[in-house]
């Protein structure tokens, strides 16, 4: 017959970590380190080696280890699992750390705030409590070597090794023996006459007071050292020397302690404690409450601790989202949470919920999504983009709120270079075709322009040649005027996807139309424009061999090279822009009159106010150009707390405010000036810098006009007199004002002329005219049923009282 001897430390389902013990606590236990084997998740092991004649400290040792198996409190260590056989103990709880070795750590790397003191001595407090209130315990230990920390910062109470029950039941408190525990033993103890009155309390209360010298000022010398708090904070002093008296009976009970440290002014009477609080009751609170808890949490999570942070909220958001029907509240404090893990973390974590997030239909949570991109795109992968979040992000091109189609359009931004052949080639170019040419808001009909402009370097080759040039073209005619100032910008930033023969044939003809635009900012972008396509036609007129390296782009497949500047432009898009525009709407909250002879500007459709559902912190922003009836759909995303840039700003406002004082000297190789230009035919070269483009005349600056306009000259000036080479002098006037003013007495408007008709004017002069003709007829119809009633009257005669109208 064959016996097997198991080993039972072999078969235990976590093993000790081959480092050595790490600051053990004085006692008989030793701390390791160690971690599951099935899931490798990190554990900490309480050892202790029964040795021959320590019978006495192994009675503790088994007191201990039965005491923590059986208590459960949220802030006394956390038992998952133990071994007793005859040669040793083991006791596994969660990752701890001991505080005098975490104190010492968070020392080094800068200190511990006061709002992490503050809750870590409020979980040791509670815990005394717990013990002594509803337990009727008295823990006998409480010191520096038996508060742990966890990986979340929290506090935890443990060295329940000599532990005894209030009620003297098992006799007295068992004699400890160690000098280094001994000393924090309250001085009543040595009385033996046993003449003071005291508390239940009373010792552990004496304790807490030494734990909380030695948290603030380092290990206790001697119990005199008491009497002087150092550097106890203020708020805390008057209730620590309530502790450390002499009299027993009159420190306080550890629920009293609380309540006094809570009271207005407390040391414990902050937003940390009270954020911990409520993540504590969660489970019990309202929706309501939850609701307003988690809006207000992403102001305060900025001077929390990080691994709080990552340890402790990340759950409670994740389990919220995922449970408790938060909805688009988390996802503000969620991805500012998400900032402090690791990329693996990320995946693991915030990106399953976010794949999740993209197929609600809730309007709050997706434009919220599409407003902060940005800070998760760069984790995900292809598949996932085109499978999970690609089918659900194209349904905003169709919704009926504005906000949500302008949103999704720059989300585009981010999400092209990860989109396969056919969402990137046809689904979206189908999109986009529709929204530019039918949309009835402008500014996203000029944000689509734009976003096709910043992607094109992305699309494949026979979808650049048939969407890019008509696309730009389209734009060029849009009553809106900077949808016209962004076809033009569009094309110049594309400028190396056309070849010469289009850029003869389609672009110059539809760049010199806009020549004679009524806004001076079309104007000024075309002839920008027109001088560079010139140039780079004249470049390779001159010089034939350069041909093939002009046009070395035009048949390339998609090319990510040039998709990086466009990255770069995204920022502009959907950034910083909206709030230098909302600066300058602030600053100038009603429309500048146009020029007087000037048709005015056609006045942009204004984005609706959306429906009355949490609208995101986060601008919702788009181009430059967008105006200020616009703004009022963005006016509840004007925050910039969660912006999806940082840049500064300041020199493009800068820029924006004096864009017609400007030199349009847009090259980084520094040429003189464009009379410089102009005087000097030679002065024409193939190395014009069109990479400029994203700097001086870029997306965003096209049609801000910092100055009011001034009266038109009597006369006109031909065209050889005109200064087409520098900026006009800021007391004249605009002759392009002059002329359209001349045409519009002279000679009715031409039926194709995008730029010339005031197309708001006509429609209200339209409708105006219809009214009126419609009250001509009802008063006409008035008057003709009076007379008809008179003419009936006059020819039955009056009728005689009392008698009855028989017909």
């Not at 986009?432 to 992305?458: H, W």
């Not at 730029?755 to 339209?766: A, C, K, Q």
């Not at 008057?783 to 006059?794: F, L, P």
Request: charge should be negative.
């Amino acid at each position: 017959m064959w016996l097997f001897a198991r080993d039972p430390v072999r078969d235990f389902p976590f093993e000790l970590s081959p480092e050595p013990p790490e600051g053990s606590p004085p006692g008989p236990w030793a701390l390791h380190r160690g971690r599951k084997k099935a899931t490798g998740s990190p554990v900490s092991i309480f050892v202790y080696d029964v040795k021959p004649g320590a019978e006495e400290l192994t009675q503790v040792a088994k007191a201990a280890f039965k005491r923590l198996k059986t208590l459960r409190h949220p802030n006394i260590l956390a038992y998952i699992d133990g071994l007793e056989t005859d040669k040793c103990l083991h006791i596994v709880t969660e990752a701890v750390t001991p505080l005098g070795m975490y104190l010492k750590a968070r020392a080094e790397a800068g200190g511990l705030k006061e709002l992490e003191l503050s809750w870590g001595l409020h979980q040791i407090v509670k815990a005394l409590s717990f013990l002594v209130n509803d337990c009727s315990l008295i823990h006998n230990n409480v010191c520096m070597a038996a508060v742990f920390v966890d990986r979340a910062g929290e506090w935890k109470l443990g060295g329940l090794d000599y532990m005894y029950s209030a009620q003297g039941n098992g006799g007295g408190p068992p004699s400890k023996g160690i000098p280094e525990l001994e000393q924090y033993d309250p001085p009543e103890l040595a009385d033996s006459s046993g003449r003071a009155v005291r508390e239940k309390w009373s010792a552990d209360m004496w304790r807490l007071g030494c734990l909380i010298w030695e948290v603030f000022n380092g290990p206790l010398p001697r119990a005199a050292a008491l009497r002087n708090p150092g550097k106890i904070p203020k708020s805390l002093v008057p209730h620590y020397c309530e502790l450390v008296g002499a009299n027993p009976k009159v420190r306080p009970n550890p629920a009293r302690f609380l309540q006094n440290c809570r009271a207005p002014g407390g040391f414990m009477n902050n937003r940390f404690v009270e954020t911990n609080l409520f993540l504590e009751e969660i489970q019990i609170k309202e929706p309501a409450e939850k609701q307003k808890f988690f809006q207000e949490l992403s102001k305060s999570l900025d001077s929390f601790p990080e691994d709080f942070c990552r340890h402790k909220v990340l759950p409670q958001l994740l389990t919220a989202f995922e449970f408790g029907n938060a909805g688009a509240v988390v996802l503000t404090p969620l991805f500012k949470v998400g900032k402090f893990l690791s990329a693996e973390e990320y995946q693991q974590k915030i990106i399953p919920v976010v794949v999740k997030m993209f197929s609600s239909t809730d309007r709050a949570m997706r434009i919220r999504l599409l407003q902060q991109m940005e800070q998760f795109i760069q984790y995900l992968d292809e598949p996932t983009v085109n499978t999970q979040i690609f089918p659900h992000v194209v349904h905003g091109f169709l919704d009926t709120n504005p906000a949500i189609r302008e949103q999704t359009v720059k989300s585009m931004l981010l999400l092209a270079p990860k989109l396969n052949e056919a969402n990137l080639n046809v689904e979206l170019m189908k999109h986009f075709a529709r929204l530019q040419a039918k949309d009835d808001q402008g500014p996203i009909r000029c944000n689509t322009t734009v976003c096709l402009g910043k992607i094109g370097s992305y699309l494949s080759a026979s979808t650049r040649h048939r969407v890019l040039t008509s696309a730009f073209s389209r734009a060029t005619k849009d009553p809106f005027a900077p949808s016209r100032v962004a076809g033009v910008l569009g094309f110049a930033a594309t400028h190396n996807l056309y070849s010469m023969n289009d850029c003869a044939h389609k672009i110059l003809p539809v760049l010199c139309g806009l020549t004679v635009d009524p806004e001076k900012s079309v104007r000024d972008q075309a002839f920008k424009a027109i001088r560079s396509f010139l140039s780079k036609l004249e470049s390779v007129s001159e010089d034939p061999t350069q041909l093939a390296e002009v046009e070395k782009d035009v048949h390339a497949a998609s090319s990510p090279g040039v998709g990086g500047a466009a990255a770069s432009w995204a920022g502009w898009a959907v950034t910083g822009v909206s709030s230098l525009t909302s600066k300058l709407i602030r600053a100038h909250p009603t429309a500048a009159p146009a020029e007087a002879s000037v048709p005015q500007r056609p006045t942009p459709e204004g984005l609706p106010v959306p429906a009355p559902t949490p609208v995101p912190a986060t601008p919702t922003s788009s181009g430059h150009w967008e105006t200020q009836e616009e703004d009022k759909d963005t006016a509840e995303d004007s925050s910039a707390a969660d912006r999806w840039d940082d840049e500064d700003w300041g020199s493009l406002e800068q820029e924006a405010e004096s864009v017609l004082a400007q030199q349009d000297d847009w090259s980084s190789g520094g040429q003189t000036s464009r009379a410089g230009q102009t005087s000097n035919p030679d002065h024409k070269s193939s190395e014009l810098d069109w990479s400029s483009w994203e700097a001086e005349g870029s997306w965003e600056q096209g049609w801000q006009e910092s100055s009011s306009p001034e009266p038109p000259p009597e006369g006109t000036r031909l065209a050889s007199e005109y200064n087409w080479g520098g900026p006009e002098p800021s007391d004249k006037g605009d002759p392009f004002a002059a002329l359209s003013a001349r045409r519009d007495a002279n000679t009715q408007p031409r039926p194709d002329s995008w730029g010339d008709d005031n197309w708001e004017g006509l429609e209200m002069e339209s409708r105006q005219a219809k009214a009126e003709l419609a009250r001509k007829k009802r008063e006409e119809r008035r008057r003709e049923m009076e007379a008809k009633r008179a003419e009936k009257k006059a020819a039955k005669g009056p009728m005689k009282l009392g008698t009855r109208k028989l017909d």
